[in-house]
């Protein structure tokens, strides 16, 4: 079946610019998670989705950083007026209920490489 | 604070020679842990996870972990090295009970596979 996916792959823009950035999770997975990547760093978690629950938005870094999710299905990262620092890979995963534990397993998208001039 | 420690940034190894991957852990309670795998271009791929019992791990591509909790470790092993496996490895933990997988991430070791 299909996997976690992630629009766009690249996306190059200038500091000051928002930018929008999409994850479709497996299908049927209730769980959602955002996470950061700056170079040579390991992954930095940025925020939750679990059905219809509030997000935990305890790790976004700044108010310029949100995300939405439509029910179950598609989510966005949006960062506005992005900054030289915000350059990272952004990368979605999701998970069939989002429990703790290893039963439960994320799975990875591919990533979105955001570079801010 | 709750951190993972991946001590080695690089690792060269030969085809074919044994490999061991260290993670060290500092966490609260008794964690999950799990290796990912990152091969270029690709998204992580979990290679296998701890959760209790048996302390010694078998994963996919020949890989096994063990967890030694006086160590506060779990490191990843792979006996015979294939040139498939040069990809970044990254080591996780997150919470035994309540909540959810809200993942900890060591800053991964790359590993180089020479022929």
């Known amino acids: 079946g299909a996997g976690v996916s992630q629009s766009p792959s690249n996306k190059v823009t200038e500091k000051g610019k928002d930018v929008e950035l999409r994850c479709d999770p497996i299908?049927?997975?209730?769980?959602l998670y955002w996470y950061r990547q700056r170079l040579g760093q390991g992954l930095e978690f940025l925020i939750y989705?679990?059905?219809?629950?509030?997000?935990?938005k305890s790790g976004l870094p700044s108010d310029r950083f949100s995300a939405e999710r439509t029910g179950e299905s598609v989510s966005t990262l949006t960062i506005q007026r992005t900054q030289q620092e915000d350059s990272a890979v952004y990368l979605c995963?999701?998970?069939?209920?989002?429990?703790?534990?290893?039963?439960?397993?994320?799975?990875f998208g591919p990533g979105t490489r955001l570079t801010v001039l | 604070a709750q951190s993972v420690t991946q001590p080695d940034i690089h690792i060269t190894v030969s085809e074919g020679a044994s490999l061991e991957l260290r993670c060290n852990y500092s966490?609260?309670?008794?964690?999950?842990l799990f290796w990912y795998v990152q091969s270029p271009g690709q998204g992580l791929q979990l290679l296998l996870k701890?959760?209790?019992?048996?302390?010694l791990v078998q994963g996919i591509k020949g890989f096994e972990a063990e967890f030694k909790r006086s160590q506060s470790s779990f490191n990843l092993r792979k006996p015979s090295v294939h040139w498939s496996d040069a990809a970044e490895y990254f080591c996780?933990?997150?919470?035994?009970?309540?909540?959810?997988?809200?993942?900890?991430f060591g800053a991964g070791t790359r590993l180089a596979v020479h022929p």
């Open positions: 995963a999701s998970s069939l209920a989002g429990l703790a534990g290893p039963r439960d397993t994320q799975y």
């Open positions: 299908s049927g997975h209730t769980a």
């Open positions: 989705f679990q059905g219809n629950s509030a997000p935990d």
């Open positions: 966490y609260g309670a008794t964690p999950y």
């Open positions: 701890y959760f209790s019992g048996d302390t």
């Open positions: 996780a933990v997150g919470p035994f009970s309540g909540g959810y997988n809200k993942l900890i």
